[in-house]
């Protein structure tokens, strides 16, 4: 079997990548905060986005835990079929729920689902286990709560940089609670798996800010709850991965999937050429098409019909 990294791309894609180049070479690199006043200053100069009008900000609670959660609801009166639990990205230490509203009205609509977004405690005022504490509670309230809350128990979960670790942590706390089973599925969208330094892909980003002021308190960072790639992977929901090729992270999340599937799982993993980390926050065609396959895999996995 033929396994180069061109052999894992949708040959269809290539329409797109002269576009994903030229938005490449427009865009400038931008670096994450290096330290807390570069931290201060970013969250200062973050671009306030006009939130969903019809979304709806409550504090939910499960376990002896409260967080707060923002709910999107599908247009139109018809019942969601199905709940999807949004985790924000911004490397722990940036983003908010309210961020992601347009990416999740889009996902409500396409799907005729709910979405939750969690508000999670951001790093380093709050550095691990917080914001893990925060998407574990929200998902044990849906477990609880979503039939009378939202008449559906068919439950998927996703993530974005950042909130891809937190959505596979998440699983994983579930799946050690014996409550994994209702979430249907999870869509990952680049997350880092190994924020310890110790494998080849942990150490690209080794030196990142981020991971300090997130788990630099930690003596051991291949704890699962922080790098899940060293985390037991059986019993999980199938996962989608959605990665750029040129991704700082495309190697992590290769691990990832390899070990996923090494461990019986169910796992989609989707390359886009061309594209770097965050791409799908961009206007163009390869980041739809990622938007698209991620909407198409989420319907198919919180169909009545589907395992």
């Given amino acids: 079997m033929r396994l180069g990294l061109g052999d894992l791309i949708d040959a269809g894609l290539v329409a797109h990548v002269a576009e994903c180049r030229a938005a490449n070479a427009a865009s400038r690199a931008v670096e994450g905060p290096s330290d807390p006043d570069e931290l201060r200053a970013a969250r200062a100069k973050r671009s306030a986005v006009p939130p969903d009008p019809a979304a709806v900000e409550q504090v939910v609670e499960a376990a002896g835990r409260q967080v707060p959660v923002r709910v999107l609801l599908p247009a139109g009166d018809t019942a969601p079929r199905g709940v999807h639990l949004d985790i924000h990205g911004g490397g722990f230490y940036l983003g908010s729920a309210a961020q992601g509203d347009a990416r999740n009205r889009r996902l409500a609509d396409a799907l005729g689902v709910a979405v939750v977004s969690v508000d999670y405690r951001l790093a380093p005022e709050h550095p691990w286990p917080a914001a893990p504490d925060d998407c574990e509670t929200a998902a044990l309230w849906l477990l609880e709560r979503a039939e009378a809350r939202f008449g559906t128990t068919r439950l998927s979960i996703g993530g974005f940089s950042a909130g891809a670790t937190l959505a596979m942590t998440t699983l994983l706390r579930l799946r050690d609670r014996g409550v994994v089973d209702p979430f249907a599925g999870a869509a990952l969208q680049f997350g880092t798996y190994d924020l310890s330094g110790l ?42 991965v959605v ?20 461990a019986g799982g169910e796992v989609d993993l989707r390359i886009y050429p061309e594209a770097p980390h965050g791409f799908t926050s961009r206007p163009t065609g390869m980041a739809d098409a990622a938007l698209h396959d991620i909407e198409r895999w989420l319907a198919g996995r919180l169909s009545p019909t589907s395992g």
Wanted: a negative charge; zero cysteines.
């Fill in 199 to 240: 494998t080849p892909a942990g150490r690209l980003i080794a030196d990142e800010y981020f991971i300090q002021a997130y788990a630099g308190h930690v003596p051991d960072r291949t704890a699962p709850d922080i790098s899940p790639v060293y985390g037991d992977l059986r019993g999980l929901p199938p996962v989608l």
């Fill in 243 to 262: 990665v750029g090729s040129l991704d700082v992270l495309l190697e992590d999340n290769l691990a990832m999937t390899a070990r996923l599937s090494a």
